[in-house]
């Protein structure tokens, strides 16, 4: 079972704008993390938050996390044509081995 | 370069064979992860291994089988038994437990 849950399934925006991915997931986790995926490729890692962390930064990311609501966004501002991707946050569990579940992901278009 | 490798990039199975699908890594992570993502889907988790000669079924293991025998290599037989194996497959590993996963390239495979 997918553990995340992501909204909205797709978004297209233009070059400059900011874009805000949100992640819903479902169990108590130690960490949540967001990766990329461009087409047809592997995911890379963006970043990583834990559970006792409620925003972190990195470059033009910005991601917040709500363990009371049990929810995570992912801002990318200033977004480039090359930001098209599709983006996935997944979450590690707080119990048992910490297997990474991955959510049904958002896929950005970013016109020029 | 460390990193993780998936080999064949691309495969074509007849009905009824079984197919085994390359996953090395010299990141030195106890972790391994097989996934499967169909068209504009999430990844759903297949089997994990903590450690060698150790591997769990994950959410969708039917027709899938593992080994790990080494380390550095974890790889997935997708048997006969696997009614629908038509997708992109994905391995990861990870240090045990914690922080980001590593990804491979992906092997798409497809019924033929």
């Known amino acids: 079972s997918q553990q995340g849950e992501e909204d909205p399934q797709a978004l297209s925006i233009q070059e400059g704008e900011n874009a805000t991915m949100n992640c819903s997931y479902k169990?108590?986790?130690?960490?949540l993390q967001w990766y990329r995926q461009n087409s047809g490729r592997g995911l890379v890692h963006l970043i990583l938050?834990?559970?006792?962390?409620r925003e972190k930064h990195s470059g033009r990311l910005r991601v917040t996390l709500d363990t009371s609501k049990k929810s995570s966004s992912l801002l990318i501002t200033a977004s480039r044509a090359a930001d098209t991707a599709s983006y996935f946050c997944?979450?590690?569990?707080?119990?048992?081995?910490?297997?990474?579940?991955f959510g049904t992901g958002t896929r950005l278009l970013v016109s020029p | 370069d460390g990193g993780i490798t998936q080999s064949p990039k691309y495969l074509f199975r007849k009905e009824g064979q079984n197919v085994t699908l390359s996953c090395e890594q010299n990141?030195?992570?106890?972790?391994m992860y097989w996934y499967r993502q169909d068209p504009g889907q999430g990844l759903r988790l297949i089997y994990y291994?903590?450690?060698?000669?150790?591997?769990q079924k994950g959410d969708i293991a039917e027709g899938y089988s593992v080994s790990r025998e080494k380390k550095e290599s974890f790889p997935l037989t997708v048997t006969s038994a696997q009614k629908n194996p038509t997708a992109f497959y994905l391995c990861?590993?990870?240090?045990?437990?914690?922080?980001?996963?590593?990804f491979g390239q992906g092997t798409r495979l497809t019924v033929v």
């Open positions: 997944a979450t590690r569990m707080n119990t048992g081995f910490q297997k990474l579940v």
């Open positions: 169990t108590s986790i130690n960490n």
């Open positions: 938050i834990r559970s006792n962390e």
């Open positions: 990141l030195n992570h106890d972790a």
């Open positions: 291994s903590q450690i060698v000669n150790d591997f």
């Open positions: 990861a590993s990870s240090i045990q437990g914690a922080g980001e996963a590593f």
